[in-house]
């Protein structure tokens, strides 16, 4: 007897409409529960609308995201949003709460309260040390921002995690150590991941499997290793392109 393991995520035919604009133009795919998926392709794409046709900050009009067997139009909202986790490159910390607030304002909105030593561990998770709770947002930098974004979205223990352009706003040095973070997190935890990222060599080094993007329709859909390998199409080779003229460029500059 086989047992077939759910999909942790499906689009049927998803396309979503601005106007004229076809942000979305029928995506079909099945991700399984662990990946850690990359969606990458030029400004406008359409990353973020895809992203967010999940968790319904943008409604598909055509087609049906199915999330563990469920349609995502069939969900609460609240029930839907609090199944997935959100990260952002803005976070939207509430400058008036504190760390610790920031953390506990998901379950609060529905009727929860964390404890104190859960939000311990949720600091602990993203490497903050636990007095951070007390502070305020903006005595924070960058990273621990976003750090605490990482572990706000992380509170109510979802299976999915969402993350749109999580590290745009942060150095390099400090980029790269919070990607390793995530990527441990992911496996430590054993989440579904799925990253919007604009920079391919992030994507071929944090994701099992790249998606790329081009005018709404995914265009290629790679583990990093065959996109290394010159597979995925045209779109994909120009943007595996960049990264691989920069390392060739340093290697010649180290010799
Ligand atoms: N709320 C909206 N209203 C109208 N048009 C929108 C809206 N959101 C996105 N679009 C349009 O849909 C298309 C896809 O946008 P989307 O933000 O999904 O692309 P993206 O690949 O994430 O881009 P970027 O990498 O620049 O964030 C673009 O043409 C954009 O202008």
Known sequence: MTTEVQAALEFRAVGKRYGAVEAVRDVSLTIAPRQFVALVGASGSGKSTLLKTINRLAEADSGEVVYEGDPVGSLRLSALRRRVGYVFQSIGLFPHMTVGENIAIGPRLAGEKLSPARIVELLELVELDADMANRMPDALSGGQRQRVGVARALAADPHLLLMDEPFGALDPVTRDALGGRV?????????????????????????????????????????????????????????????????????????
């Open 183 to 255: 990527r441990k997190l992911h496996d430590e935890l054993g989440l579904t991941t799925i990253m919007v990222t604009h920079d391919m060599a992030e994507a071929l080094l944090l994701a099992d499997r790249v998606l790329v993007m081009d005018a709404g329709a995914i265009v290629a859909d790679e583990t990093p290793q065959a996109l290394l390998e010159g597979r995925g199409g045209a779109v994909a080779q120009e943007l595996v392109a960049v990264p691989r003229a920069q390392a060739g460029r340093l290697a010649e500059l180290a010799r």
